[in-house]
Every structure is written in structure tokens, then in C-alpha cells.
């Protein structure tokens, strides 16, 4: 139930600041059949949400949240990431998100469009949004970003792959909605140095993993995955984990 569900706060370091804390959603919907735990209800966002506004907090697209910190500003902001652009987003996420005059950034993958989730082995075809449906995403204020083309390891793919995932994706999302193109985010939250040089040389402002360790840093965001299960006492174990394991993100405040 929304009473039992809970957001961590930002954890907080003192030499710099907050980290910024980033949370990770995939598809919004009904969840009878979710082997990969990918899915969560629009109740249970409702809930997530609301509890952030009862604590002075407010989700963000990534963009306007690490733009806030470089001013010195936007403690109060959580940044909101949905990946894959499922198709779910706009009849399930979206209304929501107004509900509690929230933003977000939703990773989509230009190679797929009004395709399905093809790469996960088992489990549900979901679809995904058609170019039209990112467009209508874009224009409620959804921040759009790439998560590549066709949902590839960045850490396998060969120099051609690589630059078409990247530089490839970004074009055609320009090209898609008529505006700069800022965010990336690994496939797999997959990510190494090579992967790194690759996003920042395809024009890319940041880039979002899920735990980069040493990477960590405006090309590796670290995200914590919410799920439909999280309950508050998974959510602060989540919180000491978030704490303990990155290090403040250089170049962030
Ligand atoms: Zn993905």
C-alpha cells in the first residue's frame, strides 16, 4: 500500500553536498507476468510519489536536476528515469507524473521504435513507443534521452556498433524530435572507459549506469532501481548501500 512505500532521501556527504540521488523505472503497468521485476503499478507510483512530496522532494528529468546542482540549487530534487520507452509511459506513467507535477527522462531506443522489448531472452513482449509516442512524451515536457539504438553491451560491441549506439542514436533522436539530445544511458547499466569516451564524444551532456564504481561521475550517474516491492525498509537498506558504496561525483555539487 502508497503508507508503506517509501523514497531514501538524498544521501548526503558534507564535503560536497548531496549526491544526487537518480531513481530507475522501466515499464508502468500491470504486473500478472514480470520475471525481470521491471514493472511497477501507476498505484504504486502514485504512492512513491506522493511520499516524496510529503518530504519537500520533487522528481525531476535528469537534465533540469543536475542543472539545478550547478547552480548551487535543487536539494530538493530527485531525478526520475524511465528506460526502454515502453509504450505503458504515456497512458500509465505520464498522468501520474502531472498528478504530483513531476517531470522525468525517458531513455528511448530510436533502433526499436514501435517495436518490443527483443533483447530480454524470456518473459513478456512489451511494446515500446512508437516515434509518434515520443513525440507526444516530449511535448508534456519529458525530458528525452538515448539508451542507444537496438539495446546493446556497450562493454561487446565493436568500434562501428559502438559509434552507431552513440553518435547513431543521438542523431536520429535530434532528427525525431526537433531538439538537442543531452542524456545517455548504458544499456544493462553496462559501462566501461571505452563505453565512457564514446558517449562524451558523441555530444552527450551525461550519462546515467546503475553502479559504475570507479567511474563514477557525470558519464556514470549512478540509479537505484525502484521496484514494486520496495517497501520502506528496503528502501533505507537501499539508501545505507547508496551511501556506502559512491563516492560524491566530481564536477557535481
Ligand atoms: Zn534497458
Same mark, same amino acid.
Given at each position: ?11 548526503? #556527504? ?16 500491470? /504486473?500478472? !507476468? !514480470? ?5 511497477? #503499478? ?5 504512492? =512513491?510519489?506522493? %511520499? ?24 530538493? +530534487? ?21 498528478? %504530483?507535477?513531476?517531470?522525468? *527522462? ?43 539504438? *537496438? ?11 559502438? #559509434?552507431?549506439? *552513440? ?20 544499456? @544493462? ?16 551532456? @551525461? ?7 570507479? +567511474?563514477?561521475?557525470? @558519464? ?7 521496484? =514494486?516491492?520496495? #517497501?520502506?525498509? /528496503? +528502501?533505507? +537498506?537501499?539508501?545505507?548501500?547508496? /551511501? ?10
Amino acid at each position: 500500500m502508497p503508507s508503506s512505500v517509501e523514497f531514501p532521501a538524498p544521501a548526503r #556527504t558534507p564535503a560536497t553536498g548531496p549526491v544526487p540521488w537518480i531513481a530507475m523505472y522501466h515499464s508502468v503497468g500491470d /504486473r500478472a !507476468d !514480470d520475471p525481470y521485476r521491471v514493472t511497477v #503499478t501507476p498505484d504504486r507510483l502514485d504512492g =512513491q510519489l506522493r %511520499w516524496l512530496r510529503r518530504r519537500g522532494l520533487r522528481g525531476v528529468s535528469v537534465a533540469e536536476l543536475l542543472a539545478a546542482r550547478a547552480r548551487g540549487e535543487g536539494r530538493d +530534487l530527485v531525478g526520475l528515469t524511465f528506460d526502454d520507452g515502453y509504450a505503458d509511459f504515456l497512458g500509465n506513467a505520464l498522468p501520474v507524473l502531472a498528478r %504530483w507535477e513531476c517531470t522525468a *527522462t525517458l531513455f528511448v531506443l530510436p533502433g526499436r521504435l514501435g517495436g518490443d522489448n527483443a533483447w530480454d531472452p524470456l518473459g513478456p513482449r512489451k511494446p515500446l513507443l512508437t516515434a509518434d509516442g515520443v513525440r507526444r512524451a516530449a511535448a508534456a515536457g519529458v525530458e528525452i534521452g538515448s539508451h542507444g539504438l *537496438t539495446h546493446v553491451d556497450l562493454t561487446r560491441a565493436d568500434d562501428t556498433v559502438l #559509434t552507431a549506439e *552513440t553518435t547513431g542514436s543521438r542523431a536520429a533522436l535530434e532528427e525525431l524530435t526537433g531538439a538537442p539530445v543531452a542524456g545517455f544511458c548504458y544499456p @544493462y547499466g553496462t559501462v566501461d572507459r571505452r563505453a565512457v569516451e564514446a558517449v562524451r564524444g558523441a555530444g552527450y551532456g @551525461y550519462a546515467c549506469a546503475i553502479d559504475p564504481g570507479e +567511474l563514477n561521475g557525470p @558519464y556514470a550517474l549512478p540509479r537505484v532501481h525502484i521496484g =514494486q516491492n520496495d #517497501t520502506a525498509v /528496503r +528502501l533505507f +537498506l537501499k539508501r545505507r548501500l547508496h /551511501r556506502l558504496r559512491r563516492r560524491p561525483v566530481e564536477g557535481l555539487r
